[in-house]
């Protein structure tokens, strides 16, 4: 069975930091890119960061960029997301997905169960 | 940057058609994708590459892009079906989603 499972959440004050795993199972997890997607408190789905397979070109939303590295130990079958400074809009329930493609087309599938990351002081 | 527009909210009596509708500029010259999050639950995919059904997911789950608008369609709406309900597109290898769509039924 393809799986995801995040770790790492919390509740941290504004301006720490805080690192998130998830840890791959079922699938070649170095042979897919991974994605960290956020969805705060009530509201909808916005993508965070991705990583190409090797870990040789990450990419950020801008809400994020300088703060937030991702990684991913393929090894381990493990996608990282290091964050850091963070604020009270960063709250949030974040969740990795996979980038599945068929036919030139990708989509997610699956998401993991999801991390709750509470800044607040 | 790429948007997508969905409107917030979409109601449907149990057996009839629901459509929900996702806007953005040239969207049917990209691949649309759909997932749908019940309470509580993470995302799943019920559409892809405008069109296609994952294995699993129930026949009454369509979806059509043409022009500005991808469209899911569920034919025979269940009360199992109410949900959120995302659409999502690639803007430079960046994942853009609607902001949802909550379907309820009624």
């Known amino acids: 069975e393809v799986q995801l499972v995040e770790s790492g959440g919390g509740l941290v004050q504004p301006g720490g930091s805080l690192r998130l795993s998830c840890a791959a199972s079922?699938?070649?997890?170095?042979?897919?890119?991974m994605h960290w997607v956020r969805q705060a408190p009530g509201k909808g789905l916005v993508w965070v960061s991705r990583i190409n397979t090797d870990g040789s070109a990450p990419r950020y939303a801008d809400s994020v960029k300088g703060r937030f590295t991702i990684s991913r130990d393929n090894a381990k079958n493990t996608l990282y997301l290091q964050m850091n400074s963070l604020r009270v809009e960063d709250t949030a329930v974040y969740y990795c997905a996979r980038e599945h493609c068929s036919g030139g087309s990708c989509f997610f599938d699956p998401w993991g169960q999801g991390t709750l990351v509470t800044v607040s002081s | 940057s790429y948007e997508l527009t969905q409107a917030p909210s979409v109601s449907v009596s149990p057996g009839q058609t629901a459509s929900i509708t996702c806007s953005g500029d040239?969207?049917?010259?990209?691949?649309a994708c759909w997932y749908q999050q019940r309470p509580g639950q993470s995302p799943v995919l019920i559409i892809y590459q405008n069109n296609k059904r994952p294995s699993g997911i129930p026949e009454r789950f369509s979806g059509s892009n043409s022009g500005s608008t991808a469209t899911l369609t569920i034919s025979g709406t269940q009360a199992m079906d109410e949900a959120d309900y995302y659409c999502?597109?690639?803007?430079?290898?960046?994942?853009?989603f609607g902001g949802g769509t909550k379907l309820t039924v009624l």
């Open positions: 079922g699938f070649i997890f170095s042979s897919y890119w």
């Open positions: 999502q597109a690639w803007d430079s290898s960046t994942a853009v």
């Open positions: 040239e969207l049917g010259d990209r691949n």
